[in-house]
């Protein structure tokens, strides 16, 4: 059985804008319990000991990382991101050690835990192609149609929401989003990349309360997440 992996890199794409939270600010900059979302996610990295160095990607416009206390972080480092989130990342990956493996993890996503950081970085000695944490689906799932009408039902078995980090290898990621990006293939997550070359990445039962937040009620969630696991 392979060792896990001895560099470690985070990269936090953290260049959207939020549109669907609706806010008058980028939502990783919302205030979440006497932080912000941003400053939660890269408390959580920096202070992870196998993470060596966190690289956050930003808006050009982006006026406020430089107020966080998280800024001046020895181990972090700051990239420009792009249109979308997957460019965001691959400008996170152009300074990335080829050696090193790499977990990339949405800024929107401050309720992560060390406990299934460890979990994700010991998968890859049983899957040395990648992983992401992941949540198996709960309810019965539905498809409907543009008007909203169910059209059917989905089956559930082995269906599981794409949570972050998503954990790989930084010269097979770069070079599989490059590639799956120039064919103009639509990369919603890392791991989509990656099947995209025909390289699929194995799932690790991650926490349900690991949300995204999207939408405006879900930084109330967020805060009750964080608050128990104090
Ligand atoms: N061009 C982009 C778009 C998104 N992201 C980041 O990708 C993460 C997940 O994306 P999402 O939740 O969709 O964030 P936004 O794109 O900001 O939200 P929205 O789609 O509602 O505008 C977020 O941390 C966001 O900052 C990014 O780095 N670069
Ligand atoms: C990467 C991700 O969080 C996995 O679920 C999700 O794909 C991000 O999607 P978004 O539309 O950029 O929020």
Redesign the pocket.
Known sequence: MSQTPQQIIAIV?????????GATL???YLALNEQTILGHTLDCLLSHPSIEKVVV?LSPVDDYFAELPQAVHPKLEAVI?????A??VLAGLQIADAGAWVLVH???RPCLTHADIDKLIASSSAFPQGAILAAPVRDTMKRTNAEGVITATVCREQLWHALTPQFFPVHSLKKNLTDALAAGALITDEASAMEWAGIMPAVVSGRADNI?V?HPDDLQLASLFLKSHI
Do not use: H, L, N, V
Request: hydrophobic share 30%.
């Open positions: 794409p953290a260049a959207g804008i939020g549109s669907r939270m980028p939502k990783q990607a991101g792009g249109k979308e989130r460019d965001s949405d800024a929107a995204k999207t």
